[in-house]
Nanobody, 117 residues
Framework: QVQLVESGGALVQPGGSLRLSCVAS????????MSWYRQAPGKEREKVAS?????????WYDNSVKGRFTISRDNARNTVYLQMNNLKPEDTAVYYC?????????WGRGTQVTVPS
């Protein structure tokens, strides 16, 4: 079955950096677009970034993270990454890895990122 396992979340000071990883299994990783979402307390889950199957491929970022976050993938390792730089308190959220195997959309359990104000 499809499994997505995120790691790398932590408490980090404003201006700091983190790299999140998501290891995928149970499907043909190299043929699907992978995405990162986040959900802050009391807010809707929102898409942060996505990367198409083909490398180099189409990459999309939410305006709130453009220039600070970088999404990448390693098809040999079935892994997608999210490099987060210059972190801000508003980046505090649970970050989820996701894939749409249409349908449905699959989710990992998430990893917590906390940036104190």
């Amino acid at each position: 079955q499809v499994q997505l396992v995120e790691s790398g979340g932590a408490l980090v000071q404003p201006g700091g950096s983190l790299r999140l990883s998501c290891v995928a299994s149970g499907f043909s990783f190299r043929t699907y677009t992978m995405s990162w979402y986040r959900q802050a307390p009391g807010k809707e889950r929102e898409k942060v970034a996505s990367i198409a199957a083909v490398v180099p491929g189409q990459i999309w970022y939410d305006n709130s993270v453009k220039g600070r976050f970088t999404i990448s993938r390693d098809n040999a390792r079935n892994t997608v990454y999210l490099q987060m730089n210059n972190l801000k308190p508003e980046d505090t959220a649970v970050y989820y890895c996701s894939v749409l195997i249409p349908p449905p959309r699959f989710w990992g359990r998430g990893t917590q990122v906390t940036v104190p104000s």
